[in-house]
């Protein structure tokens, strides 16, 4: 180890998911043939004004509840004041000292703050590589110029790369839960800066820190992130000090390069937006907004925990997509009492992703969530093998139906253990052992891995349907005492 | 022809709707002047007559509009070289108010350039004459918008007043100019100077004219956060005299009993003798204080300028207007396109707003000027807890020779001094012709209560009755 942690905190742009974007009705679009989405405000024409999007609104004020925020009763706009062709009127109009929220916590991040701001329109520079340099020319595309954004800023609460993609993934989930955005970074509805700093191991002050751009994917979040540590521990390595400065993460080379240091920072010269009124959040936009949040992902997995006792891999795994959770709670309340325990459920429903397929919605496949509790709870009741129950559940997903009724006409019943007549597991376990007298030996000398073959027999001669655990008991019991 | 020219606005829609008299000919009758003025009041004129409704409120009457209003399709520069040419796509909500009324666009005013200037000797587009002396200026920014109702080529028009753009002028051209409450006239579609200070307004040739066009102006707008509903609608004035009228005269801009504060002895003579006559009408007069506004200027010459520079930054040649340079980089157009398309006041006014703004000079520029607009809103509040209507003379001067105060920008800021307390506290005023001093014109101002427009522009004219100020000889 350095000797020195890490300290990092997260800028986050989430596109809303509104018809119409933030000061104008223009409706947002993604991918369509440039500037046919514009109007005098979106495009900053001479005489035009903003009018702020009440949905917009209301989106901001259950992002704050969703992350327990303290919701300002009243906020205003200012005008963040920057020439570039991508900035129509030349400032962007967003908030500043007052924002809509302040505070809460997700996980183990604390929020600093959380506010409306609009979209910038889209630059694109025409020439072999499509970056700035050796283009012939920039064109616009104001398409998206007025998107409703909100910006979500973090404390530096984080300490690793991994950590920020984890916590960043259950934001993720959150939001899109919550119906307020589509957060996905391919599509530019879901952007995340990192401000990265170290500091010796143990030390409550913060370093210098630099503020990291450009990683459009979790995956470069991350290596963004550790290519950064890596840089700024090497310099304090060498008794060089971290300068306050702005770095472009490139994904070619994995590497970061400065792009403006804090001498060049910019003066935005905020001051309240004039044409605009202060931001009123009333009692009833904040009540509306609190009824219109379903439970959350990291509130639910926490009491798939708690009251469910499933481990906490299987519950994040189910409560961040919220189909296969609630698809899983509707199995839950149709199993009878008392005969299936919610982990059993529960280690049943990968099985089932697997078998639709990783993006589908359970509760659209042929399986009913009653069928799935009732299967898991014949095996429970070890009415079918848990191979057999595998086969039975391909068929639900192939056909529908009821899986008593599957295993009934495919004969898939478990085989019981009772000995005497021809067709008791002891009776193929006996013939299995006759048949590999050497591995039956191998077996009772204690050689645990030489009883394969004789399970294998046991299971090919059952059709799979003998438990296997019961097939090797009773193998051993049968070496031992033939 | 010059009877049609000598009809009222008011006079002229009813003769139009009565057919008396064809709105055609009585647009082609101002049509035919404008486009012989020789006083540079325009910037664009109509080559044809719309279509007029007779049987509507303005009955087609015709209409100048300043050329900052944006009308889909006509040029629409605010008298700048950055826009020359400029056809928006779309028409300002007042002017769309105005033509549903009734009325028909007859042509674009010149303008100092995006409304800075109180002489419009900084439009682009060259000056304007005043009708009464063309050695002399019309006053700013609406200046074209002033002369050509003063001479007669159009029977009324739109200006816009920030700091007393309306108001000003209509005192050096003889007129009446009213500067509504802030918010009740829609900003849509208005080329912005100064976002929380800039509103349209009327000039017409009497009161009554002027009660007729605001009424089709104002209304709340969805498409304008800051606009709002008039509490009552404007009325037509029927006031025969000023009886149980308090009017306060504000000791702070009047000075002591000499020419402290530099108010022309003629044009304090007038005011004086209009005070008397609003007396023998019935009105009492008396002193009354506003404390904060002997910094009412500094303060608006901070606030409008910062907000001007944000407002102003959208010319960069990117996407409409003038562009220089467009083969070089970025950085390279930007600033020649705005060197070349800004003139010296704006460019001055833009730098001004910039620095007041900037980091580490904000909160002892920009942020103390709002507390200081702060308090002389809270002044006018309490003089008007005693008085009906605040009046002052409009201008500190009547009009002056072209070139006479180009060379030092604070004395032209100074032509505002009167009018700028009542732009920042965001209260309606109105300027009506209240005498002559060697000739040339002298305005009276009354100023109220937000949203007290009808009860000022009724004691407009009962004093203007009273005044009986004949503006027909500018129109010869």
Redesign the interface.
């Known amino acids: 180890m350095s000797g020195y942690e890490p300290v990092i905190g997260l800028e986050i742009h989430v596109q809303l998911k509104t018809r119409t974007k933030m000061f104008c009705g223009c409706e947002l679009s993604f991918g369509d043939p440039p500037n046919i989405h514009c109007c005098?405000v979106c495009?900053?024409?001479?005489?035009?004004?903003?009018?702020?999007n009440a949905r917009a609104v209301d989106f901001a004020v259950m992002i704050g509840l969703a992350l327990g925020s303290d919701i300002a009763p009243r906020s205003i706009f200012h005008?963040k004041?920057y020439?570039y062709?991508d900035s129509?009127?030349?400032?962007q109009i967003s908030q500043y000292d007052e924002p809509i929220c302040r505070g809460g916590r997700l996980g183990d991040v604390r929020i600093h703050r959380v506010h409306l701001e609009e979209d910038a329109a889209k630059l694109i520079h025409v020439g072999e590589s499509g970056r700035i340099h050796g283009s012939d020319r920039s064109v616009?595309d104001f398409n998206r110029c007025g998107t409703p954004l909100v910006e979500i800023v973090t404390e530096p609460d984080l300490r690793s790369p991994e950590q920020a993609h984890e916590w960043l993934t259950l934001l993720r989930v959150t939001l899109r839960q919550l119906g307020v955005s589509d957060v996905n970074m391919d599509e530019g509805s879901l952007r995340c800066d990192a401000n990265v700093s170290i500091r010796p191991a143990g030390s409550t002050e913060l370093g210098t820190k630099a503020e990291l751009k450009n990683m459009n994917s979790f995956r470069f979040l991350e290596r963004g992130i550790r290519a950064e540590i890596a840089r700024q521990t090497a310099l304090v390595q060498a008794g060089e000090a971290v300068v306050q400065e702005t770095l472009h993460y490139d994904p070619v080379t994995d590497s970061l390069t400065s792009l403006r240091s804090k001498e060049e920072a910019h003066?935005y010269?905020?001051?309240p937006e004039?044409?605009?009124?202060p931001l009123l959040v009333t009692d009833e936009i904040r009540a509306a907004a609190q009824e219109a949040i379903p439970e959350l992902p990291a509130a639910r997995m926490e009491r798939f925990e708690r009251e469910l006792g499933l481990a906490s891999g299987m519950a994040r795994d189910l409560a961040f997509r919220r189909e296969l959770a609630d698809y899983y709670e509707r199995a839950l309340a149709e199993a009878p009492a008392g005969t299936v325990t919610p982990v059993e459920v529960a280690n049943w429903i990968p099985q089932l992703v697997e078998r639709i397929g990783s993006g589908e919605d359970p509760s659209e496949s042929r399986v009913s969530a009653g069928a799935l509790s009732a299967l898991a709870a014949m095996v429970s009741a070890k009415e079918v093998s848990r191979d057999a129950a595998r086969d039975v559940l391909t068929t639900l997903v192939a056909e529908g139906g009821d899986p008593a009724a599957i295993v009934e006409r495919e004969g898939l019943g478990a085989i019981s253990a009772d000995g005497g007549d021809g067709n008791g597991l002891v009776a193929i376990v006996d013939a299995a052992i006759a048949s590999d007298p050497d591995a039956a030996a191998k077996v009772k000398e204690g050689n645990v891995k030489a009883i394969g073959p004789l399970v294998g027999y046991v299971m090919r001669e059952t059709k799979g349907r003998a438990d296997g655990g019961e097939v090797t008991r009773l193998i051993r019991e049968r070496v031992g005492s033939g | 022809m010059s009877e049609l020219i000598e009809l009222t606005a008011a006079e002229a829609a009813a003769k139009v709707r009565a057919r008396e008299i064809d709105a055609a000919e009585l647009f082609e009758a101002y049509r035919a002047r404008a486009a012989a003025d020789e006083l540079n009041a325009f910037t664009w004129v109509a080559t044809e007559a719309p279509p007029a409704d007779p049987e509507s409120p303005l009955a087609g009457v015709p209409l100048a509009v300043k050329d900052?209003?944006?009308t889909e399709g006509v040029p629409?520069q605010?008298g700048s070289k950055i826009?020359e040419g400029?056809r928006?796509?779309?028409t300002?909500t007042v002017v769309a108010n105005a033509t549903r009324a009734g009325a028909t666009l007859l042509a674009k005013t010149n303008q100092d350039e995006f409304a800075m200037g109180s002489s419009n000797e900084n439009s682009a587009f060259g000056p304007v004459l005043n009708p009464w002396d063309r050695g002399r200026v019309p006053g700013g920014s609406s200046g074209g918008s002033a002369a050509a109702v003063a001479a007669g080529l159009t029977p009324w028009a739109f200006g816009t007043d920030t700091g007393g753009s309306i108001r000003q002028p209509a005192a050096l051209c003889g007129i009446v100019g009213i500067k509504p409450t802030y918010g009740a006239c829609s900003?849509?579609?208005?080329?912005?100077f100064?976002?929380?200070l800039d509103q349209a307004g009327p000039f017409t040739r009497n009161v009554t004219d002027g009660a007729l066009l605001l009424s089709h102006m104002v209304g709340h707008d969805?498409?304008?956060?800051?606009s709002v509903a008039m509490p009552e609608p404007i009325s037509a004035p029927t006031a025969e005299d000023l009886k149980g009228i308090r009017l306060g005269v504000p000791e702070e801009l009047l000075g002591g009993g000499d020419n402290g504060m530099g108010i022309e002895a003629g044009v304090r003579e007038n005011f004086e003798a209009t005070l008397k006559l609003a007396e023998s009408l019935g009105a009492t007069v008396d002193t009354c204080h506003l404390p904060h506004a002997p910094h009412a200027l500094s303060a608006y010459y901070l606030i409008a300028p910062?907000?001007a520079?944000?407002n102003l930054?959208?010319y960069?040649g990117?996407?409409?207007g003038l562009r220089v340079g467009g083969d070089t980089d970025?950085n390279t157009m930007?600033s020649r396109t705005r060197a070349e398309g800004f003139g010296p006041e704006v460019k001055r006014r833009i730098m001004l707003g910039?620095y007041a703004?900037?980091?580490g000079y904000?909160d002892a520029y920009?942020g103390t000027a709002l507390k200081v607009r702060t308090k002389i809103s809270e002044d006018f509040r309490t003089v008007f807890g005693e008085f009906d209507f605040v009046v002052t003379p409009t201008s500190p001067w009547t009009a002056f020779e072209l070139g006479a105060k180009t060379a030092d920008p604070l004395a032209m800021y100074l032509n505002d001094f009167c009018t700028v307390p009542m732009s920042l506290a965001g209260i309606p005023g109105i300027s009506i012709p209240s005498g002559l001093s060697d000739g040339l014109p002298v305005g009276f101002q009354l100023a109220g209560p937000a949203f007290s427009e009808s009860r000022m522009i009724d004691a407009a004219y009962a004093l203007e009755q009273a005044i009986g100020f004949d503006t027909s000889a500018a129109r010869a």
Not at chain 1, 88 to 91: D, E, G
């Open positions: 005098p495009l900053g024409l001479p005489g035009a004004l903003p009018v702020v005008r004041n020439f062709p129509p009127k030349a400032y616009v003066d010269r905020y001051f004039p044409d605009l009124v | 900052l209003f944006c629409s605010a826009l400029y928006p796509p779309y300002a900003r849509w579609g208005m080329i912005a100064a976002s929380s969805p498409r304008d956060s800051t910062a907000e520079s944000a930054a959208r960069d990117v996407r409409y970025l930007y910039t703004l900037s980091s904000y920009y």
